[in-house]
């Protein structure tokens, strides 16, 4: 038990919810061919701000079948957007094939 009184093991990393993850490394996932680490999207026009994406965290292995679903306005499009190169993000981090989406940097 740790001293919260968490029996539960650290996350991936050792770090806490404080530990903030390098921009040039993939987070985690060995085998991850998609990391998106608190990755937020707000589109701003005529003084309205509409958030597309809130804080969406996701690790997918390479040859791992995912389905990408939702009711309209969710964020599926603005997801698949950012993950294919087409638009950015406005906060957190984007990894496809080892590249970071928002730096465009291969990882070392």
Do not use: F
């Not at 390098?22 to 701000?49: F, K, N, W």
């Not at 390479?62 to 939702?70: D, F, K, M, V």
């Amino acid at each position: 038990m740790t001293e919260s009184g968490s029996t539960a093991p650290p996350p991936p990393g050792g770090g806490g919810p404080t530990e903030r993850i390098r921009d040039d490394q993939p987070p985690t996932g060995a085998d991850a061919m998609i990391v998106c680490d608190r990755l937020v999207r707000i589109y701003s026009g005529d003084g309205i701000e509409v958030q597309a994406l809130q804080g969406l965290d996701l690790l997918l292995a390479q040859g791992e079948l995912t389905a990408l679903i939702g009711a309209a306005g969710s964020g599926k499009s603005t997801l698949m957007n950012i993950l294919a190169g087409l638009d950015t993000p406005t906060a957190g981090t984007v990894w496809v094939a080892d590249h970071n989406l928002g730096t465009g940097r291969a990882c070392p």
